[in-house]
């Protein structure tokens, strides 16, 4: 039962001394409680029957105690358990967040942003509700209904098999809706991460949405994934709607058999007044949880469906494992010579459909300090050769290495501090700029910045800010322009002064002058680097010591740019619809 709940309860074991603490303080409170309605009885018979003003006087002040003193070990146990609880949720984000931070580019393609950011908020805010609220009443239903029953026995057994025909009716019921929930909140859950990756697309691209006046399809599009949400969460709470209501007509249906048979008992002098009152007291106490439990249950259920959708991402295998026994380099051990021999890549396919090789028969050879470019139209399988060399994906077969070293064979973090990389989105955190050109290397002295920043034609219109170096970025660099984004992205890079550095399109939005400058800059800043270029652009890749021209993820030619005029009608079909006639 709740199997991914108590899993969340055995991982975090470092706060559980607050755990038993609570239980200790509810499992005294609870026998307090259980005390009341025998005082209850001794009022009843003692006292007020009978006329014993002093027996009276002592049955009321102690209620007033065990009250009392059920009430602080109560507000005890609940100050502890929102501790443990805060705690918990506190401790499985860390552990969640870390968790992806483990995953590769093929582990995040199969849970899109919106997804996690759903499981990191919703999700967890749910099992962190049911985790405080069963550990408000963990200990209570127990000891109630073993103290209960027993006193039940002790003092009233003539109407205990009251008991035994409720009880089992209550948690058949139970059961039952548990049973129909938990599917239930699973697909709410669902259906939120559809609403909210529909959000997300739709805040990220409100521009484009704007610029094309899409407003009332997006407003369309939104309300679909908004009704269908709605349509899930309706189902568990017309569910739970019903619960709490059956149970509380069971609990006024014994109440009712219980005054009924009591009463008849009183007359054949089998029982007394008081001891009916608390029987009735003590059904009240022992069904009493069962209520509570009953009010909680939607929120167990729904966070035993977060639970297994967390461990959904925590049991993921990340797609570019660690080697187990890694070789461990460093950069002065490097020159820079990539090799790929024979190598295939297919993207997994989430369907299940055999996948389609997007890389076929890759045969070529960088040496070091090289700048080399890879050239071809979108779909050519540019981006996806170069990301097999850091090992954001692994080949499907065949192999890649460094310096003769199959890549797979390299500690990760070896092997992403041997190489600088500009991806084609030019993405900035939210910070100052110093902070973001100096992400892959924070202890970076300011010359260093500077030269990085310089190469990269950032530091002139760094400089122009007021602030400088220190002036703030929005989040994902949304206060600078494209071309501005991606000649930061490039300082990035550059600062690291990898052994090898990858500009995955990464001077797309600058113009042809700009980006001379940035490409001679780098020349002269990484004369031992091997640098590669990837772009659709002949003027990015003219001056390459080679050129590879990729089409449908094949090498189809490879030269300087003179040889591929004349040996590659791709080639020169593609400078001369960009550069047309003019002399090159």
């Known amino acids: 039962m709740l199997p991914n709940l108590r899993r969340f309860v055995v991982i975090y074991r470092g706060y559980i001394r607050p755990l038993v603490t609570s239980q200790v303080l509810l499992a005294i409170a609870t026998l307090f409680t259980l005390l009341i309605p025998l005082m209850t009885q001794r009022l009843l018979d003692d006292g007020i029957l009978k006329g014993d003003r002093d027996a009276t006087i002592r049955s009321v002040l102690w209620m007033v105690l065990f009250a009392a003193l059920s009430a602080i070990f109560t507000i005890a146990n609940g100050w502890y358990a929102v501790q443990f609880a805060e705690r918990t949720a506190h401790a499985v984000r860390m552990y969640l967040y870390k968790k992806i931070q483990t995953f590769e580019f093929g582990n995040l393609d199969q849970f899109p942003t919106s997804d996690l950011m759903v499981r990191m908020t919703s999700d967890v805010n749910a099992i962190k509700a049911a985790i405080q609220f069963v550990i408000l009443s963990l200990m209570q239903a127990p000891v ?72 009332d399809y997006e407003n369309h599009r939104y309300d679909r994934a908004n009704r269908a949400f709605r349509k899930a969460a309706l189902r568990p709470m017309q569910y739970a709607a019903f619960l709490q209501p059956m149970l509380y007509l069971i609990i006024n249906l014994a109440m009712a058999a219980v005054l009924w048979f009591g009463g008849i008992s009183v007359t054949q002098g089998q029982m007394t007044v008081g ?81 389609i090789p997007v890389l076929k028969n890759i045969n070529l050879t960088i040496e070091p300090g090289q700048t080399v470019a890879f050239l071809g139209a979108t779909g050519s399988g540019k981006s996806t050769l170069v990301n097999l060399i ?79 170096y220190d002036a703030p970025v929005a989040r994902r660099g949304a206060n600078f322009s494209g071309g501005q984004r991606q000649r930061l992205s490039i300082a990035r890079a550059l600062v690291v002064r990898p052994k090898i550095l990858i500009l995955d399109d990464s001077t797309s939005a600058l113009d042809v002058a700009t980006e001379a400058r940035v490409q001679d800059a780098i020349e002269n800043l990484m004369q031992k680097t091997t640098t590669i270029f990837v772009a659709q652009r002949i003027s990015t890749v003219i001056t390459a010591d080679r050129i590879f021209v990729m089409e449908a993820g094949e090498i189809a030619a490879s030269g300087t740019h003179e040889e591929l005029l004349q040996t590659s009608p791709l080639y020169a079909e593609i400078s001369q619809s960009q550069l047309g006639g003019v002399p090159t």
């Open 275 to 355: 001891e009916i009152l608390a029987f009735s007291q003590y059904l009240t106490t022992i069904l009493v949880p069962l209520i509570v439990l009953a009010v909680i249950t939607p929120q167990i259920t729904a966070a035993e469906a977060s639970a297994e959708r967390m461990f959904a991402v925590m049991d993921t295998v990340p797609d570019v494992p660690d080697p187990a026994h890694p070789l461990k380099l460093s950069s002065t051990q490097i020159q820079g010579r990539i090799v790929f021999e024979n190598v295939y890549f297919s993207y997994s396919n989430p369907d299940g459909q055999p996948p």
């Open 144 to 215: 109630m209904f073993i103290g209960a029953l027993y006193l039940i026995f002790q003092n009233s057994p003539t109407l205990v098999w009251i008991l035994w025909i409720v009880i089992p009716i209550v948690v058949v019921i139970l059961i039952f809706f548990v049973s129909k929930l938990g599917a239930l909140f699973e697909a709410r859950q669902a259906r939120l991460d559809d609403l909210n990756n529909v959000l997300q697309e739709d805040l990220s691209g409100i521009r484009v949405v704007k610029a094309f006046v899409q407003n």
């Open 390 to 468: 850091p090992r954001f994906y692994d080949v499907t077969s065949g192999r890649i290495t460094i310096d003769g070293i199959d890549v797979r064979e390299i500690a990760l973090e070896d092997l992403h501090a041997l190489i600088g990389i500009a991806l084609q989105e030019a993405v900035l955190f939210s910070g100052k700029i110093r902070d973001n050109v100096c992400y892959g290397k924070p202890d970076a002295s300011e010359d260093e910045m500077v030269v990085a920043a310089q190469a990269a034609d950032a530091d002139r219109f760094v400089n122009q800010l007021p602030e400088g």
